[in-house]
């Protein structure tokens, strides 16, 4: 019912910047939040930043000062600023959403990811 599609991965030097983008599609009647999860080989999938949909912020410790994220609703888009990278940034990120969606006249909410943008970034 709800697809995240992400973009704007890639490789890049330490101390360079990348913008990420995860754009929902689908029958979305609200999306709550969305937000972005990453994963290093060999680690767990972490929380990386979110914002709600009243456009409030938040940032996993790591990520604070160098990391922005925002949001379009009106195409409901959500982006991830990435800033002064450094080489422990290198995973796959995930975008993650919230979404309230229509069926048949009734509501349902969902929690939804993207497949997923590969981050590497060259010390």
């Known amino acids: 019912q709800v697809q995240l599609v992400e973009s704007g991965g890639g490789l890049v030097q330490a101390g360079g910047s990348l913008r990420l983008s995860c754009a929902a599609s689908?029958?979305?009647?609200?999306?709550?939040?969305m937000g972005w999860y990453r994963q290093a080989p060999g680690k767990e999938r972490e929380w990386v930043a979110e914002t709600t949909s009243g456009l409030l912020t938040n940032y996993a410790d790591s990520v604070k000062g160098r990391f922005t994220v925002s949001r379009d609703n009106a195409n409901n888009t959500v982006y991830l600023q990435m800033s002064s990278l450094k080489s422990e940034d290198t995973a796959v990120y995930y975008c993650n959403a919230d979404v309230t969606y229509g069926r048949g006249g009734i509501y349902y909410s969902d929690n939804y990811w993207g497949q997923g943008t590969q981050v590497t970034v060259s010390s």
């Open positions: 689908g029958s979305i009647f609200r999306i709550n939040f």
